[in-house]
């Protein structure tokens, strides 16, 4: 059951929704704890238990590489098998009725993707856990092709698989720390929040660059900012809208409102 106070923000918002001629949403790891995607940042994030292995760690030290690679196998079922949820289908639905133009996300496990919203008007900005890279190259790995691998060579001595073309170091291809956010992406992502006349921040703390910038292109070009979230987030204080709470429930609500279906 939706509280009044919130039921009258979210009635205000998806009027301002179907009237706006360029919506653009921008969502963090918040949207996809409801699939069972632990987040990193929150009191209960893998941040909390484990500290990120950094770019040139990685790349310097055997033991590093070795332990990134433990990490990520062993949360791929994980990520593979998620679905989407609530909050992924109702901005899908969005999408689907030409409302929401472009999807922004800091987020790698493709679900807005599986959701609906094709894969051209997806900008990922931490990349994609959905294959693996070369650091040197850029060529393509598909996860099938790596894992025999590890499974073949589970001592700790064996060093990490490198690329059959160059050389090169193979990683999923995700942003770590230390390694350089994608230009095309960023550039891409700042563009499209210029262009909004509503901007959509769903689970998102809005606390690191240079992501936290995009709500900034929006507020100065003109647009509202709109904010859904369970925590505060470093620009609560710039929002049009704040709204607390489940994104699955916010979301769904919105878009039952904006398209006059059910989903």
């Known amino acids: 059951m939706v509280a009044p106070k919130l039921q009258e923000q979210i009635e ?14 921008f969502s963090g790891a918040g949207i996809s704890t409801e699939s069972g995607i ?9 941040w909390t238990r484990m500290r990120p292995i950094e770019l040139q760690e990685f790349l310097q030290d055997p033991a590093a590489r070795r332990e ?5 196998i062993e949360s791929w079922p994980q990520m593979r098998d998620a679905q989407p949820n609530a909050g992924h289908r109702a901005l899908a639905r969005l999408f689907e009725a030409g409302y929401l133009k472009t999807m922004i996300t800091q987020n790698i496990d493709g679900l807005h993707q599986k959701a609906g919203i094709c894969e051209e008007k997806v900008i990922e900005l931490h990349g994609s856990n959905a294959y ?11 996860w099938e092709t790596i894992l025999p691998f590890f499974r073949e060579h589970p001592e700790p001595s064996v060093d ?30 700042f563009i499209e929040a210029g262009k909004a006349d509503l901007l959509l921040t769903v689970g998102t703390s809005l606390q690191v660059h ?29 929002a049009h809208f704040l709204l607390r709470g489940s994104a699955g ?15």
């Open 12 to 25: 205000e918002l998806a009027a301002l929704v179907r009237s706006s001629c360029y919506l653009v949403a």
């Open 38 to 46: 632990p987040d990193f940042r929150g009191p209960q994030g893998v």
């Open 68 to 72: 990134y690679w433990r990490r990520k």
């Open 132 to 142: 693996i890279a070369c650091l040197q190259c850029g060529r393509r790995v598909e």
């Open 160 to 189: 990490c698989p490198r690329c059959a073309e160059c050389g090169g170091w193979l990683k999923p291809a995700t942003i770590s720390f230390g390694q350089a956010m994608p230009e095309e992406q960023t550039r891409a992502a």
């Open 210 to 238: 240079p992501a936290a910038g995009i709500p900034g292109e929006t507020l100065g070009h003109g647009g509202k900012l709109a904010i859904i979230n369970n925590q505060q987030t470093g620009l609560d204080g710039q």
């Open 249 to 263: 429930v916010i979301l769904t609500e919105i878009a039952e409102r904006v398209t006059g279906s059910s989903l």
